[in-house]
């Protein structure tokens, strides 16, 4: 009987102002077994089955199947949530204010990446895997163009080279990502130490670069916000 009223619920209603909310209701559903999909990653790992899927969202595999095209369209929709999830998580700590300085920017952006690596590794797992597409590059394109936008209006504030500011963010993110890969894999330090580390090691690549050419900045002095408003892109970083 339960299989009846789940079949029921899928047959589209007819083309009148009822399928407006036949949409809505299909997206939220859909919406619904997309977190199920996440959950059932995160406690059974990247090969997290259709079954343990359909069972952490309460309905059963055929159901399941009526959302999505296929298993790789569920993949998909699970790693895309996933993606959504964490640029949604970091973009906002790009976001400087008055008080913002080099120490609490790095800071805030690592800790939130350590922290959900820590929280969802088997998430992470998953968007590495080639079968998830390109879900993680994904992610660290979003990220790394994102600290180049900053990177850049501050290089030419303060007079360098701004072509220093694509690979050197992409360089910054690669060293986050793959340091707390690193950590997933071995464990041998507390997530402080290792933020603690790779934090050093960000603010050491940026400090490098601005003191070769003669520009001194402290770790902890605040930003000069005036720089954002020397480039097009400086208006909303987003």
Request: with cysteine; aromatic share 8%.
């Amino acid at each position: 009987m339960i299989e009846d009223a789940e079949a029921a619920e899928v047959v589209e209603p007819a083309a009148d102002g009822r399928r407006l909310r036949w949409t809505e209701h299909r997206a939220r559903r859909r919406a619904a077994f997309v977190d199920a999909g996440a959950s059932a990653v995160d406690i059974h790992g990247p090969e997290a089955s259709a079954e343990q899927i359909a069972e952490a969202a309460g309905v059963s595999r055929t159901v399941l199947y009526r959302y999505f095209r296929d298993r790789e369209d569920l993949r998909q929709a699970i790693a895309d949530q996933a993606v959504a999830t964490v640029v949604a998580s970091v973009l906002p700590k790009l976001q400087l204010t008055a008080d913002s300085t080099p120490r609490q920017v790095i800071t805030s952006v690592v800790e939130v990446i350590m922290g959900w690596l820590d929280g969802h590794p088997n998430l992470y797992y998953f968007l590495r895997d080639r079968r998830s597409g390109s879900s993680l590059e994904a992610v660290e394109n979003t990220l790394a163009d994102q600290v180049a936008a900053l990177l850049k209006m501050f290089l030419m504030y303060f007079g360098i080279d701004a072509e220093k500011a694509e690979p050197g963010a992409y360089g910054i993110v690669g060293f986050v990502e793959s340091s707390g890969s690193w950590w997933l894999a071995r464990r041998t330090m507390s997530r402080e130490k290792l933020t603690d580390i790779v934090c050093d090691g960000v603010w050491y690549l940026i400090e490098g670069t601005t003191r070769a050419n003669n520009v001194i900045i402290g770790y902890d002095d605040p930003l000069p916000l005036e720089a954002l408003g020397r480039h097009p892109a400086a208006q909303e970083v987003t």
